[in-house]
């Protein structure tokens, strides 16, 4: 099981930007993150559904990509941000 899921798009230029950051993320602080591609994907845009009333107040009121949500906290970051803010937001537990 993942610590953190990773909702992002194909296509998306910004789920592109941040993919390289999630593995360097992984590989240096041994935080796991489930990938769900959402565009082409209908069960993993189901369960990104079914986390809308944490992910939305997070992500200006609606569901985007790349969004990162962790289920234990509840807590969710969304866009394309610094390599240091979305390890900061990982390693909070």
């Given at each position: ?15 592109k930007k ?76």
């Amino acid at each position: 099981m993942a610590d953190l899921l990773m909702f992002h798009g194909r296509e998306c230029p910004h789920c592109k930007k941040m993919m390289p950051l999630v593995e360097k993320l992984e590989q240096e602080s041994g935080v796991r993150i489930d990938k769900r591609e959402v565009w082409h994907d209908e069960k993993n845009a189901d369960l990104m559904r079914s986390y809308r009333s944490a992910l939305a107040p997070k992500c200006g009121g609606q569901l985007r990509v790349p969004t990162f949500f962790n289920p234990d906290t509840q807590d969710a970051i969304c866009g394309e941000v610094e390599f240091e803010k979305l390890k900061e937001w990982a390693l909070k537990r």
